[in-house]
């Protein structure tokens, strides 16, 4: 990920789009975490609602 940092031209709509991805999944998947841990039935609903979540990533 440090190499899409570094490397993500500025200019190419396809990198951002890419890149801003692979940080918002991170994000939700920190925010699951903290869910899991004091509400598991509200965990459950948001991965429900993001059938595209990959459930090996979300530990």
Do not use: W
């Amino acid at each position: 990920m440090k190499e899409t940092l570094e490397y993500a031209n500025e200019d190419d709509t396809q990198s951002e789009l890419g890149l801003t991805t692979v940080v918002d999944y991170e994000l939700f998947s920190n925010e699951t975490k903290k869910l899991r841990k004091k509400d598991r039935v509200r965990c459950e609903k948001i991965e429900g609602s993001m059938p595209t979540l990959d459930k090996d990533y979300v530990q």
